[in-house]
């Protein structure tokens, strides 16, 4: 060939791609460096968070140790934008039609084997981005800012299903690859290869322990609670330590465990102290249950039968029918409310996340529908009726919610340092939220592990209690486990050996456990908030290390 006619082609390599993209449907960002046009077709992988327009070849990397605290990010090249890819497998949609049928199919396989395969749902990223962005920056793992982003969220799900056993100490071969996809009528069209990218890794997840190097925070007396002399396996609480410490167990804040009603193990993470008002999320829904109590035996609220008639004229709210009048206060207790509210289905109109930007949120609760195809009495997380059982207690018990539970509760516990959260009306927010100290909430679990009594004081009482550690709905879906009054009920086998507890649970993966036929209460508070692996993470914290610990 001659030299001027191959000079020629190779100039012309680069337009190549605009030539390619003369069907597409939108106007995408074209390629935007020299680093994206040497580099089309790859995804790079970067230690830190570096601006797409910044990035430079020498700061990819060519291998990685992948530990408990490093961060990895990934960077992809690519010659168009995600709407334009979809438009190549349905020509006939419209662009904002594609967006919401499509999005990227990301896969990632380690030492060659496919270990996990996920097509994001549609919505993440924006619309705008996948109109126009061929480049994309994002975190698979960040360390150092709370799990927020798509892009973390399909790293977890990876970890959670064959990540995890994949990347065993020692080396692998990380390889990542990104197609589109498109779901027309439950039809899945996949696309062909859009980026790929591999990575050389050192995994060294697993912390090197020195027990002998570990020191356990020294036990000192607390407002209600004096240290404890019992024994217990200590090496397994420095194990446990030391691997929050390392990372394994990522943003715990504290562990707190009484025997006995003493203080045992006081440990704290992250900067947290036994002075840190805590956020534990839906742990707070529990102590609304408390109040319930109290106000039935004082006399404000007549039983838990009560319906949601004698509270409120139903009638003036949306979706009324009789079914709606016959909601008892059990059923907002034991999450089986007739109401179309499920927390754990986003697309339910009364899942919270559809509260939260109304301005009255019982009005919410009340306004919804009823769920007809839903078995009656079935067991459905339901966090607006929480809300609405707030709002009964705060216009029946004498001065209002937040003053009853400070003179009722709080102040026989010793409790006076805590923060409440408020809806828009600024009563208390049931919900969730309730700020107390690791401790403070360890003797709200030593509450219930006495039967409702403090220092011989009957605070809650004893039926009550007994009433709220009773399984009155099972969980769907989920084998041997069991709901109470805004209490769940599980059982871990250890060594052979069950041990069942009621417990309160929040996001981030914060807990308080009261053994049933154990002296033990157990506070995990924790900041993993909207990770999913936050709940296995105390689950393996609990049946591997703490009870091990305590039945040694």
């Known amino acids: 060939m001659r030299p001027k006619l191959l000079a020629f082609l190779l100039a012309l390599l680069p337009l190549l791609p605009l030539f390619a993209q003369s069907d597409n449907i939108v106007k995408n960002q074209g390629i935007i460096s020299p680093v994206h046009q040497a580099n089309t077709g790859k995804i790079a992988f970067t230690a830190t968070e570096i601006p797409v327009t910044q990035i430079k070849e020498q700061d990819f990397l060519r291998s990685f140790e992948l530990t408990n605290k490093t961060s990895l990010y990934i960077n992809v090249f690519m010659d168009n934008s995600m709407t334009n890819y979809l438009h190549q497998l349905a020509p006939a949609l419209a662009a904002d039609s594609l967006v919401k049928k499509g999005n990227y199919q990301f896969a990632l396989l380690i030492d060659g084997r496919p270990v996990y395969q996920s097509n994001l749902l549609p919505g993440a990223p924006q619309a705008k981005a ?24 399909f790293w977890e799900r990876f970890m959670n ?38 990575l050389p890794l050192l995994v060294r997840r697993k912390p090197a322990v020195d027990l002998a190097k570990v020191r356990l925070n020294p036990i000192t007396p607390y407002n209600g609670l004096v240290p404890s002399t019992e024994k217990f396996n200590s090496n397994k609480i420095k194990a446990l330590k030391a691997y929050v410490e390392d990372g394994a167990f990522r943003k715990i804040n504290g562990v707190v465990v009484l025997s006995n009603g003493k203080l045992l193990v006081e440990e704290y993470f992250n900067g947290e102290s036994r002075a840190t008002l805590h956020d534990p999320r839906s742990v707070g829904k529990t102590f609304t249950g408390s109040i319930t109590g109290i106000a039935i035996q004082e006399g404000y609220l007549k039983n838990e039968q009560q319906t949601l008639r004698e509270f409120y004229d139903l009638r003036a709210y949306a979706n009324y029918t009789a079914i709606k009048e016959e909601v008892a206060i059990k059923d907002l207790l034991t999450m089986s409310a007739v109401f179309d509210g499920n927390d754990a289905d986003y697309n339910s109109p009364g899942n919270e996340e559809n509260m939260y930007p109304t301005d009255n949120w019982v009005k919410f609760a009340l306004d919804l529908p009823v769920n007809t195809t839903m078995p009656k009495g079935q067991w459905h997380y339901f966090t607006a009726g929480v809300v609405v059982l707030g709002d009964i ?25 805590y923060k409440w959260q408020y809806t828009p009306q600024q009563v208390p927010n049931t919900a969730g939220g309730l700020q107390l100290t690791a401790l403070d909430f360890a003797k709200y679990g030593q509450l219930y592990k006495n039967g409702g009594k403090w220092n011989g004081n009957q605070i809650i009482p004893a039926a ?24 769940w009920n599980k059982t871990y086998t250890v060594a052979g050996k069950s041990y069942e507890a009621f417990y309160c649970t ?33 689950d393996k914290m609990m049946q591997e290390y703490i009870l091990p610990a305590l039945i040694d």
């Not at 197609?179 to 027309?184: K, L, V």
């Not at 009773?470 to 486990?481: A, I, Q």
């Not at 049933?516 to 709940?535: C, E, L, M, N, R």
Request: no cysteine; net charge positive.
């Open 393 to 417: 207690l705060n216009k029946r018990v004498p001065g209002g919610l937040e003053k009853y539970a400070d003179e009722k509760l709080f102040k026989p516990l010793g409790i006076t340092h």
């Open 506 to 538: 929040g996001n981030g993966g914060n807990k308080i456990f009261v053994f049933k036929d154990q002296p033990w209460v157990v506070v995990i508070t924790a900041s993993a908030y909207g990770a999913s692996y936050a709940h296995p993470q105390a």
């Open 130 to 153: 996948q109109d126009t962005a061929t480049t994309i920056s994002k975190p698979l793992i960040d360390n150092q800012r709370q799990w927020a982003l798509w892009s973390q969220s």
């Open 161 to 198: 299903n064959g990540g995890d056993a994949a990347l065993t100490e020692g080396k692998h071969l990380l390889r990542m690859e990104i197609r589109p996809y498109i779901n027309i009528d439950g039809n899945i069209k996949v696309g062909g290869l859009i980026a790929a990218g591999e």
């Open 464 to 487: 009550w209690v007994s009433q709220t550690f009773t399984r009155h709905k099972s969980l769907p879906d989920r084998s041997n486990e069991y709901y109470g009054y805004l209490f």
